[in-house]
């Protein structure tokens, strides 16, 4: 298990080094960091986690976006596991380790996860920026 979750997290960091990269390309990822710069407490996420079918998951998830809005969480992108496809990882961002708390404990975020399919608790990494 172990493994597997180092190799999901070194897949999903690749994976969103490439998407920065394009981003990048396109100034949008330049634009983003100079209209929100980082904030001290701002954490980083990963979020993963099986679901039944992605697809039925994916439009749950596509409609709560208002709740994570509300509750502090900017996503940076969706992943699927590439030889398990029903294993999604989420990672974004947080004000701060507490938001987080806030949003696995919520109410709202458990009866969404329920109707989209999820099974099991997901896996919750909480980063911080390590020093140079």
């Known amino acids: 298990m172990f493994k597997r ?43 993963t986690h099986e679901v039944k079918e ?15 809005k509300m509750m502090g969480f900017k996503v940076w992108g ?5 030889k398990s496809p029903n294993w999604v990882s989420i990672i974004g961002t947080f004000p701060n380790a507490g938001a987080v708390d806030a949003f ?3 109410p709202k975020l458990k ?10 608790k997901p896996d919750v990494k909480v980063l911080t920026a390590a020093a140079k």
């Open 5 to 47: 979750t180092l190799f999901m997290v070194c897949l999903l960091l690749l994976a969103s080094a490439g998407a920065f990269a394009q981003d990048m390309k396109k100034g949008s990822a330049m634009q983003e960091m100079k209209k929100e710069p980082a904030k001290s407490g701002t954490v980083t996420v990963i979020v």
């Open 104 to 106: 696995m404990a919520s």
């Open 111 to 120: 009866e969404a996860m329920e109707n989209a399919g999820v099974l099991g």
């Open 78 to 82: 969706v992943y699927r596991d590439a």
């Open 54 to 68: 992605y697809t039925s998951w994916r439009k749950v998830y596509d409609a709560d976006e208002p709740n994570r």
